[in-house]
């Protein structure tokens, strides 16, 4: 079992940065990939960003390459998504979630969620 809290949200203008943390309980942190979703009001939940088991590979969407960072620390046990260069478009409830699978980043396959925490990127 693994649990994962959120923080780090917030207002900001556009073209301003956040940094987004996921603190997770249990010994096994290092076994789940880690990855970054968000749902913007009236869309669906989609991906962000991913890491792999070791960090040694992360991945993104197109609209955000160049823009965000993922990364993770195994001995804090935890996942953040350093934002940079806001668009009013990223304004969504970010959520962090773990999974166990080896491939593909469908909220299908994600084990685990956090609550989401808000981020808002005023114009």
């Known amino acids: 079992q693994v649990q994962l809290v959120e923080s780090g949200g917030g207002l900001v203008q556009a073209g301003g940065s956040l940094r987004l943390s996921c603190a997770a309980s249990?010994?096994?942190?290092?076994?789940?990939?880690m990855g970054w979703f968000r749902q913007a009001p009236g869309k669906e939940r989609e991906f962000v960003a991913g890491?792999?088991?070791?960090?040694?590979?992360?991945y993104y969407i197109d609209s955000v390459k160049g823009r965000f960072t993922i990364s993770r620390d195994n001995a804090k046990n935890t996942a953040d998504l350093q934002m940079n260069g806001l668009k009013p478009e990223d304004t969504a409830v970010y959520y962090c979630?773990?999974?166990?699978?080896?491939?593909?980043?469908?909220?299908?396959?994600?084990?685990?969620w956090g609550n989401g925490t808000l981020v808002t990127v005023s114009s």
């Open positions: 249990g010994r096994t942190f290092s076994s789940y990939r």
């Open positions: 890491i792999s088991w070791s960090g040694g590979r992360t």
């Open positions: 979630a773990a999974t166990g699978a080896p491939a593909a980043w469908n909220t299908s396959e994600m084990d685990y």
